[in-house]
């Protein structure tokens, strides 16, 4: 089993490799979110006003257009932004399939509805455009199943396994010690906390470290036995608050980017960390301009040393004497074009707004030509989710298809789901995004469909054989597919073709009523006509 040492040898080896970062961290915290970020043990539940060096909020305003547009796009709480399959294609055509797994996943929407789902994904998306990673910790949960538990920037370190992916988390935090002593108990605290705990002094912060790593032996029962270690133990104490483990990785770490196989990620705070601090020494370089014109230092007389000064407009200043010219005059002049001034801060403004994405989030509301046709709008969407693709396909490994998959696995736990089918039975099942922004990544691909069915109706007007190339039900199928139709307005195509096969017997019978009816009103005709020999006896006379 682990020690106590070999933990805090591990979590000094981890921040001191954090450390490297921490210079960013701390200036992405002072320019861009100032609210975000904990870098000192003491540094919590303080009230002072942060944020100083920010004079203009452009890039905190990018930030908050990021962060609430990655949030809309991708797990909008008023909309289903996944769906489970299985990898059979066949499978999950299957009624009975389509109904169990449509049932799962709404419980699966409606536990995080419940939970503090959402609130924790919206700090994720904030804090991963700033500082291009971001942590939280989901951890089952007496009365909402589970529970977010997010992580600032400065509060935790992480280590990535062989294949880059992170599976470790070391969190520094403090407790106050009535928190502490209600978590774990008075035989678990230590007799610094418990002496505390009995003078009554139950808002004194407590430091906790909590570690999940992997365990290397899994030689012990129950939760001690589970492949990854849960620890908690104050820091100073050799005795451990709580020893288990879970059966899956409980945290929430998605990075933005990271190059070179980096541990931590880059994100847009990166990018734009230079640009945000040039346009915080320009706009305070503007300011000062417009002091200088406006409120001057003067030159004054020392006749009117110690006496009142009446600066305002249409104010009168007495002196004595009479001189050639005014007595107060400005010290120096500055001549300054504020007009390239403001150009250039116009200019890092939009350097800003890009480095965030803006322009992707708010595409539709800065259209500047409200006559763009449908190919050019289907160009530029393309355009821009070009640049977003990368991301968003990170974040559906790193934390999407994760989230769902703890929130799937801890209700099978609690035994909240309904029986599956027989034919699901030893089947794996798959997470699939179809957020906002995921179908409008698939919806791209519309952009050539489009043009291939455009192109081939303007050929078929002059050769019609030219439709036998295109085969219409695949094309519905694909179509309403990029798009995220919901399955349940697609009829599968076993039921299309009972309905065409239903269609072309109405068809048959409709046919042979007609001929039925033209047969007898034939008849009918031929009945009014004279019989053969009837028509002899009347030529009899002229035989």
């Known amino acids: 089993m682990v020690t106590r040492t070999q933990l805090q040898q591990r979590l000094a080896t981890l921040t001191e490799e954090r450390s490297t970062w921490w210079s960013t961290f701390t200036q992405i915290t002072a320019y861009l979110l100032p609210w975000n970020g904990r870098y000192y043990r003491n540094d919590r539940n303080r009230g002072q006003r942060r944020g100083q060096n920010i004079l203009d909020t452009t890039a905190t305003h990018a930030l908050g257009v990021l962060s609430a547009g990655m949030m809309s796009g991708l797990t909008s709480p008023a909309?289903?932004?996944?769906?489970?399959?299985?990898?059979?294609?066949?499978l999950n055509k299957s009624y009975q399939a389509k109904l169990w797994l449509a049932q799962v996943s709404r419980k699966i929407l409606d536990l995080f509805n419940q939970s503090n789902t959402y609130r924790a994904l919206h700090m994720i998306y904030e804090e991963l455009g700033a500082f291009g990673t971001s942590a939280s910790l989901i951890l089952p949960d007496f009365k909402r199943t589970i529970w977010h538990y997010p992580i600032t920037a400065g509060r935790y370190m992480i280590a990535a396994n062989w294949r880059g992916e992170v599976d470790t988390v070391y969190r520094e935090f403090e407790v106050t010690v009535s928190n502490l002593v209600r978590e774990f108990g008075k035989d678990k605290v230590s007799q610094s906390v418990l002496s505390l705990f009995s003078r009554g002094n139950l808002d004194s912060w407590v430091p906790v470290v909590h570690v999940i790593e992997p365990r290397s032996d899994r030689s012990g029962y129950g939760s001690l036995g589970f492949p990854w270690r849960s620890t908690y133990f104050e820091a100073g104490s050799d005795t451990p608050?709580?020893?288990?483990?879970?059966?899956?990785?409980?945290?929430?770490?998605?990075?933005w980017a990271t190059p070179g196989g980096d541990v931590y990620g880059h994100g847009p705070g990166w990018t734009a960390l230079g640009a945000i601090k040039q346009l915080q020494q320009e706009s305070l370089r503007k300011g000062q301009a417009i002091d200088y014109a406006t409120d001057p230092p003067l030159a004054v007389p020392s006749t009117l040393k110690n006496r009142d000064l009446n600066r305002l407009p249409g104010g009168i200043t007495y002196y004595d004497g009479v001189q050639s010219v005014s007595p107060i005059k400005s010290l120096f002049d500055v001549q300054l074009d504020l007009n390239a001034v403001i150009g250039d801060i116009q200019d890092i403004r939009e350097r800003i707004n890009r480095s965030f994405f803006v322009d992707v989030f708010l595409m539709i509301q800065q259209r500047t030509n409200d006559r763009m046709t449908v190919?050019?709008?289907?160009?530029?969407?393309?355009e821009k989710m070009l640049m977003l693709g990368p991301v968003l396909e990170r974040l559906h490994t790193e934390l999407l298809i994760p989230l769902v998959d703890m929130a799937f696995s801890e209700l099978v736990q609690r035994n909240q789901l309904p029986a599956p089918p027989m034919e699901l039975q030893g089947h794996e099942l798959s997470i699939e995004v179809i957020s906002i922004l995921a179908q409008a990544q698939k919806a791209?691909?519309?952009?050539?469909?489009?043009r291939y069915t455009t192109a081939l109706g303007s050929i078929a007007g002059l050769r019609p054989e030219v439709l036998d190339n295109f085969n219409v039900d695949e094309w519905a199928k694909i179509y309403a597919d990029r798009l995220g139709v919901d399955e349940r307005l697609l009829v599968p195509g076993a039921q299309v073709a009972l309905i065409r096969k239903q269609k072309a017997q109405d068809q048959a019978r409709a046919q042979q009523v007609t001929q039925d009816e033209q047969a007898a009103s034939t008849a009918q005709k031929l009945g009014s006509i004279p019989e053969h020999g009837s028509v002899l006896n009347n030529l009899q006379g002229y035989r």
């Open 444 to 450: 791209v691909a519309t952009n050539t469909i489009d």
């Open 375 to 382: 190919p050019e709008i289907s160009a530029l969407q393309e």
């Open 79 to 90: 909309r289903p932004w996944f769906i489970l399959k299985t990898e059979d294609a066949d």
């Open 241 to 255: 608050l709580r020893e288990g483990g879970f059966e899956t990785f409980p945290g929430l770490v998605p990075r």
